[in-house]
């Protein structure tokens, strides 16, 4: 479904991403993992093309995203959740979520408010509550719905576990899966090995901007060294 290729990333003078390639399969559930700095938030920006790849190409469903405004990326099929959530502060739950509503496409889950409400209960409690009157938590769940709202084909989650409660780390690990089986493609970064073990069917490893490990969690397992290398603070 993805195909990242060869891409080199920039911020001013900063060389982020070195040459990154990887690949994400329609129904897989890939795990960016690396420390922080390693290039994981601006992997998923360059993919949104938030940040534009002055080389290299990024292919969605056989379509080159590269050199496209944002909102075409977004129209195209995928949905970017930010690590900042950017909830709308003095907007409801509701109206945050109408804000994220796009039509029904081919090939991708159709989301409605009750579908997402039953997904994320303790938004269905706080329905009529402004984002600003949310907890962290709630404010990152209400993120994932409103991208929802615009029913992508592959969903970007960007540390999805970061700065909130270890409940909510497990309801959110929960709500992952059942957004798997409904069919949705997912790419996340995380720093939580433990949560993108729970979640995650491969896992990426980046450092410097560069791939080092790209497998599955079971051959990550079987080699320290490598989380040892990459992972360990």
Do not use: C
Not at 88 to 117: C, I, M, Y
């Amino acid at each position: 479904m993805l195909e990242v290729a060869s891409i080199h990333s920039f911020y001013g003078k900063a060389h982020i991403l070195d040459a990154l390639s990887f690949s994400v399969a329609r129904g897989e559930v890939v795990a960016l993992l690396g420390r922080n700095g390693a290039g994981k938030s601006t992997t998923m920006k360059s993919v949104m093309q938030l940040v534009r790849p002055r080389a290299g190409s990024v292919i969605f469903e056989g379509r080159e995203l590269v050199g496209l405004p944002a909102y075409r990326v977004a129209k195209a099929g995928l949905g970017y959740v930010p690590e900042d959530r950017r909830v709308f502060s003095d907007l409801t739950v509701l109206e945050n979520l109408e804000v994220g509503r796009q039509p029904k496409r081919d090939g991708a889950p159709h989301w409605t408010v009750a579908q997402l409400f039953e997904l994320f209960p303790n938004l269905a409690e706080r329905r009529h509550n402004r984002g600003k009157h949310l907890s962290g938590g709630e404010q990152q769940m209400l993120t994932i719905a409103r991208t929802l709202m615009g029913n992508p084909a592959l969903l970007l989650l960007d540390e999805p576990s970061e700065g909130i409660a270890p409940v909510i780390v497990e309801q959110m690990a929960r709500s992952i899966a059942m957004l798997k089986s409904e069919g949705l493609t997912v790419l996340l970064s995380e720093q939580n090995l433990h949560f993108a073990r729970a979640v995650a069917d491969r896992a990426v490893i980046l450092e410097a901007g560069q791939k080092k490990f790209d497998g599955s969690f079971e051959t990550l397992e079987s080699r320290p060294e490598i989380r040892d290398a990459y992972l360990s603070v």
